[in-house]
């Protein structure tokens, strides 16, 4: 399990008599997995004690004023503390920095796995389906400040189109999107309705994590499966690392505008991301 919580370079009396808000996502059950939103810290094991020194973010106090309170990834911007949930969210077959037991199959190492074609065009139309509906959610802009958020050129609606195509000429039969695309679809058009922070927990941890292992995924199974094809999912039209920069830049923009509550539900959002996007991924093996 992993845990999260502002940390500070005082003495842990420091602590003491301090309410702080805690977000410790839970690998078993995501529903019911987090602490209480606001517990006396010193029920707790001091969260600077858990942490690497290299991902402990740290204040420094010059004099005897309380120190603030800084949450892992803080200094650098909101993005860096969404990354350093996600990371925690990881196998440590996944990614170096994770820490969660592997449970599921698409949790295991990548070159472990057994991919089926079938099992993969189902994983490309369920994760259609999905950025069909991220993409039009942000082109509606229910929230305005959505709409910075568009056109972005990590969009992936339209490269998926073109490479179901391809199978489609290639003589396989498209299927119609299936239960856990059509179940994380409507779950993101409702959510963006009502509760903008959470939302944008699944947009970045979308967009960001195909980039990422989705990219290795991609290379991995089209060499098992797909003779090497590099499919149009995988490609980004300009510079990829300046791409997400902008939208690095502008997550960063907008959360400066958000409590630190809403920063923190944001980040307990982290794990319902794992799991609808891990129901999507077990697809390929399927
Ligand atoms: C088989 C499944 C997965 C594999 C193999 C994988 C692997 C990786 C790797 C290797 C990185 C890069 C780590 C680094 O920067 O050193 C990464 C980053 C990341 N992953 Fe995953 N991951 C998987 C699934 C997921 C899922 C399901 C999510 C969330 C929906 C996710 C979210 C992220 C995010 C947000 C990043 C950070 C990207 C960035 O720094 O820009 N990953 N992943």
Redesign the pocket.
């Known amino acids: 399990m992993s845990s999260f919580t502002p940390i500070s370079s005082q003495s842990s009396s420091l602590f003491n008599n301090t309410c702080h808000l805690s977000v410790t996502p839970s690998s078993t059950n995501f529903q019911s997995g987090f602490v209480p939103k606001r517990v006396p810290f010193r029920s707790q094991v001091p969260a600077f004690a858990k942490m690497p020194p290299r991902t402990a973010a740290v204040v420094t106090a010059t004099t005897a004023e309380t120190p603030k309170k800084r949450y892992p990834g803080e200094a650098k911007g909101f993005v860096e503390e969404?990354?350093f949930v996600?990371?925690k969210?990881?196998t440590r077959?996944?990614?170096?920095?994770g820490e969660k037991e592997v449970k599921q199959p698409?949790?295991q190492?990548?070159p472990k796995w057994e991919p089926t074609v079938d099992g993969y065009l189902r994983f490309l139309v369920d994760s259609k389906f999905v950025y069909d509906t991220l993409e039009e959610i942000v082109h509606k802009a229910a929230y305005p400040f959505y709409a910075e958020f568009q056109n972005t050129g990590l969009e992936r609606s339209e490269k998926l189109a073109k490479d179901l195509e391809w199978f489609r000429e290639q003589g396989h039969a498209i299927p119609e999107p299936s239960s856990p695309g059509a179940t994380y679809a409507q779950y993101l058009k409702d959510l963006s309705e009502k509760d903008p922070q959470a939302f944008i927990c699944h947009f970045?941890?979308?967009y960001?994590?195909h980039?990422?292992?989705?990219r290795?995924?991609g290379k991995k199974v089209s060499e098992k499966i797909l003779d090497g094809k590099d499919l149009d999912f995988y490609k980004w039209d300009g510079n990829l690392s300046q791409l997400?920069q902008n939208v690095r830049d502008k997550l960063n923009k907008v959360a400066e505008s958000w409590t630190r509550e809403e920063k923190n539900h944001c980040l307990e959002e982290?794990e319902k991301?794992?799991k609808?996007?891990?129901d999507i991924?077990r697809l390929i093996l399927s």
Not at 93 to 97: G, S, V
């Open positions: 969404m990354r996600a990371m969210l990881h077959e996944q990614a170096k920095e698409e949790e190492a990548v970045y941890n979308i960001f994590a980039t990422a292992g989705g290795m995924i997400l982290t991301s794992f609808y996007s891990g991924l």
